[in-house]
Structure formats: C-alpha cells, structure tokens
C-alpha cells in the first residue's frame, strides 16, 4: 500500500505571499491531520479533517487555513506569509481519526524569505 | 491549556547501555502514543497505550503509561546504533477539545 504523500517536497517565497500544500493519504483513510515542525516549538497540530470536515483545530491564526476532498485528498493554505512560518509541513492520515495510529507523509519543507 | 514535557531533551550513549524517556502531561490523558524520527524523517508510529498501568513491550522497546494517566515512559535495552533518532509522546486531551498534543521530543544519539 502507497504511503503518505505530501507535495511539493521543499518551497521558497517570499514573505506576503501565499502558499498552497497538499497531501494524499493513504487509500482509505479519512482523517488527515496537519502538523507544523521546527526546532523552537516543536510538532505543533494545525487542523485535522475527516470525511471533508474539520474536526480540530490548533493554535494558529487565521492565515493557516485547509480542506480535505471527498477523495480525502487535503490541502493547507498558508496566506500572508511571515518569517517565522518557515517549517517542515507534515500531514498525517490514520484510518479512522487523529487518536488511532497515525502515518505521516515525508512532510514540506518551506522557507520564507 | 495542556502541555506535555518529556525530559530528557538529550541523550547520549554507548552503544548497549540502556535507555529512558520521560514523558509527563499536566492533564489526565485518554490514551498516549510513541513516535520515533529519524534525524531528517518524519515521525513513524511506535505505539499506542490506553489502560491504566499499562505495560507493553516490542523487543528491546518497553512502553508503560502510569496510574494516574498523566505520564508515560519508553526504555529501550541495550541501546543499538538503530535506535537514533528523537522520541515523541503524543497525548491525548479528553473532553470537548479532543486534540493530539505532541511532547517535546528526546533526540538519543548512540555511539558505536
């Protein structure tokens, strides 16, 4: 079975721009789960979505926003971009929700400038 | 709002000694998970805890999760040059928030 896939696998813009990621989950899973990485703060939840509909959501500002398809395909939109958004973007997808085991994509390396 | 500190941060052994992480939440947890990341890889499952009390071993891997559902702790055996890499816990915050809080992270460096 195909893991999880994330793409792109690295990105650099510039601060004010946007930027969109996405990933594929594994084939019949239905909760994706979006995390943010970097050295100072650690693995931090975002959002998780299942079955298309946000379930949680993390501490983040309304600039970090996302959404799953109905193929459970999901996409996360960062706007307005700052410094100190540069991380490794990793989503994770599980079968059922973000409590049962959880397998994580290779993740999205963005730097902003 | 909950926070989960694993202690240590850092970890250095030879290769065979043994190996303990720390994993403590200021709320009671609903269950725990064990992630382990290999330096420049994404986090890979280990294992998941629910009971109280409960023990659950993989090889050289032991998992417990205490009594009061608040801490958790990975030892790892005779530690092998393998075993790199930083160790998450994950808890579980109960009631309506219902979120995944990742622990801080023990990076463990074995030397050969």
């Known amino acids: 079975k195909a893991g999880v896939t994330q793409t792109p696998r690295y990105l650099i813009k510039t601060r004010g721009q946007q930027v969109t990621l996405s990933c594929s989950p594994i084939?019949?899973?239905?909760?994706v789960s979006w995390y943010q990485q970097t050295p100072g703060q650690g693995l931090q939840f975002l959002f998780e979505?299942?079955?298309?509909?946000?379930?949680n959501k993390g501490n983040f500002p309304g600039r970090f926003s996302g959404r799953q398809f109905s193929n459970s395909r999901s996409e996360m939109n960062v706007s307005t971009l700052e410094l100190g958004d540069s991380a490794l973007y990793l989503c994770?997808?599980?079968?059922?929700?973000?409590?049962?085991?959880?397998?994580f994509g290779p993740g999205t390396r963005l730097t902003v400038t | 709002g909950q926070q989960v500190m694993q202690i240590p941060q850092y970890q250095h052994v030879q290769e065979g000694e043994d190996f303990t992480t720390y994993c403590n939440s200021s709320?009671?947890?609903?269950?725990i998970q064990w992630y382990k990341q290999r330096p420049g890889g994404h986090p890979v499952f280990l294992i998941q805890?629910?009971?109280?009390?409960e023990v659950k071993k993989q090889k050289r891997l032991t998992f417990q999760f205490g009594e009061a559902k608040k801490n958790s702790s990975l030892h790892i055996t005779a530690t092998q040059t393998t075993d790199v890499g930083t160790y998450f816990c994950?808890?579980?915050?109960?009631?309506?928030?219902?979120?995944?809080?990742f622990g801080t992270g023990t990076l463990l460096a074995v030397q050969p």
């Open positions: 994770a997808s599980s079968l059922r929700t973000a409590f049962y085991e959880q397998y």
């Open positions: 709320t009671t947890l609903s269950n």
């Open positions: 994950a808890g579980r915050e109960g009631g309506a928030t219902n979120k995944l809080i």
């Open positions: 979505y299942f079955s298309e509909t946000q379930r």
């Open positions: 805890l629910v009971k109280s009390g």
């Open positions: 084939s019949g899973h239905r909760s």
